[in-house]
């Protein structure tokens, strides 16, 4: 089975300090996603990567970075907290070229900042 | 822009009864539509999915159905139980290979 793995299941933190979310798979697979969900928003993309040190903006990337500096770990940094930024975080990998076969996601990454 | 909305935001139903929930898109290039089920506590997770190129597939109880024309499609659940209680999303591929997101159907399952 696949399995994507968020290093941190629950986080609080507060105002101004620096953010790491980890996310690991074991399937080798090409691409990874970060994605945040807020009730009644569904699911936005904030970064992806395509390949080892590659990164893409996704719909949301303001306040945001990431790091992709091997193939099975991707990190979401969040450079300088805010409060608009409490969520849940979810990161997830998928095989093959592009957004269109099945995402794996982990069980989530719920930041609260103070 | 692009977007998906999707209804109804809650669906309460009687055990063994059927549950609909319908999502449309904007996009006309959309070409593929998965759905993804999210119990409580997990990430989504896959449950089926369709491509332009056919306008129904099933899965045991669970079938979706996709109108291009209309730029909606439905996600049907029959003979519901307990187990179906989750979150559901609909999504619909974009023109960049991105997919957006609808923003989620709680379906209850009424004992």
């Known amino acids: 089975d696949v399995k994507v793995t968020q290093s941190s299941r629950y986080l609080v933190k507060r105002t101004g300090e620096k953010v790491f979310l980890e996310c690991v798979q074991d399937m080798d697979h090409e691409n990874m996603f970060w994605y945040r969900q807020d009730p009644g928003l569904g699911l936005r993309l904030i970064y992806f990567s395509y390949d080892v040190k590659m990164k893409e903006k996704g719909d949301i990337p303001e306040g945001y970075s990431v790091s992709r500096e091997k193939k099975e770990r991707f990190s979401l940094i969040l450079e300088s907290a805010s409060t608009n930024q409490t969520s849940m975080y979810l990161c997830?990998?998928?095989?093959?070229?592009?957004?269109?076969?099945?995402?794996?996601f982990g069980e989530g990454s719920r930041l609260t900042v103070l | 822009g692009e977007n998906v909305e999707q209804h109804p935001s809650t669906l309460s139903v009687q055990e063994g009864d059927s549950a609909v929930i319908k999502c449309t898109y904007s996009d006309s290039a959309s070409n593929y539509f998965p759905w993804y089920k999210q119990e409580l506590g997990k990430g989504p997770q896959l449950i089926i999915d369709?491509?332009?190129n056919v306008g129904e597939k099933k899965d045991q109880r669970i079938a979706v159905t996709l109108n291009k024309t209309a730029k909606h499609f439905s996600l049907h659940i029959t003979e519901t139980q307990p187990e179906d209680s989750a979150v559901y999303f609909c999504?619909?591929?974009?023109?960049?290979?991105?997919?957006?997101w609808g923003a989620g159907t709680k379906l209850i399952i009424k004992p």
């Open positions: 999504a619909a591929s974009t023109s960049n290979y991105q997919l957006i």
């Open positions: 369709i491509r332009s």
């Open positions: 997830a990998s998928s095989l093959g070229w592009g957004n269109t076969g099945e995402l794996f």
